[in-house]
């Protein structure tokens, strides 16, 4: 059974820095890119970022409102994907969620807070 | 980036077709592979894949639900509706990244 559980959220104060992690099991994960989507209270979704494999490279891609700010990564040999958010800000509240590469399996998602 | 653009809501009643549609600011094809898909997300749940690459039922998805178009025109068709399928539904895609996504359609009963 495919799993992917994220963990890391919180109330974190605008400025300061957090690390969410999404923990897989099930799937061979080093063979999958994995994905970052988040969604603001009320709001729709949005594309975060993406790790490719390791036959790519591990490259990354970040969508528009959070290059140079967050950052993705993993370790294969644990099956776990990392987002990295640095000089948070209040519009970056919301639920965090990981996903598999073809976006079929999703996490049941993370609750960062940005608040003073 | 490529703009994904759904109707916000649509009303419906039970046992009838609904019909969603997304246009995407520029083609989102490639070859003959349209990276289009589609999910449903209930209030307080994660997104849940419904229809991938345009036309093709995501694993453990009812035959009711059913995707086609390319190009820049989509649709997803729920045929019947049944009480279960209230949410909301997203296109999104994968042709370039950013990998965008609409708005959403809210469907709700009539």
């Known amino acids: 059974e495919v799993k992917l559980e994220e963990s890391g959220g919180g109330l974190v104060q605008p400025g300061m820095s957090v690390k969410l992690s999404c923990a897989t099991s099930?799937?061979?994960?080093?063979?999958?890119?994995m994905e970052w989507v988040r969604q603001a209270p009320g709001k729709g979704l949005e594309w975060v970022a993406e790790?490719?494999?390791?036959?790519?490279?591990?490259?990354?891609y970040y969508g528009k409102s959070v290059k140079g700010r967050f950052t993705i990564s993993r370790d294969d040999s644990k099956s776990i994907v990392y987002l990295q958010v640095n000089s948070i800000r209040s519009e970056d509240t919301g639920f965090y969620y990981c996903?598999?590469?073809?976006?079929?399996?999703w996490g049941q998602g993370v609750m960062v807070t940005v608040s003073s | 980036d490529i703009v994904l653009t759904q109707s916000p809501v649509l009303a419906v009643s039970l046992g009838q077709r609904a019909t969603m549609s997304c246009r995407a600011s520029?083609?989102?094809?490639?070859?003959?592979?349209?990276?289009m898909h589609w999910y449903q997300q209930k209030p307080g749940q994660q997104p849940k894949l419904l229809i991938y690459?345009?036309?093709n039922l995501a694993s453990g998805i009812p035959a009711r639900f059913s995707g086609s178009g390319s190009g820049t025109d989509f649709t997803l068709i729920i045929d019947p509706v049944q009480a279960d399928d209230i949410a909301a539904y997203y296109c999104?895609?994968?042709?370039?990244?950013?990998?965008?996504f609409g708005a959403g359609t809210k469907l709700e009963l009539k």
């Open positions: 790790i490719r494999n390791k036959v790519n490279n591990y490259a990354t």
């Open positions: 996903s598999r590469g073809y976006f079929d399996y």
């Open positions: 999104q895609q994968s042709r370039e990244s950013p990998y965008t």
């Open positions: 520029q083609s989102v094809s490639i070859s003959s592979i349209n990276l």
């Open positions: 099930g799937f061979t994960f080093s063979d999958y890119w």
């Open positions: 690459r345009a036309s």
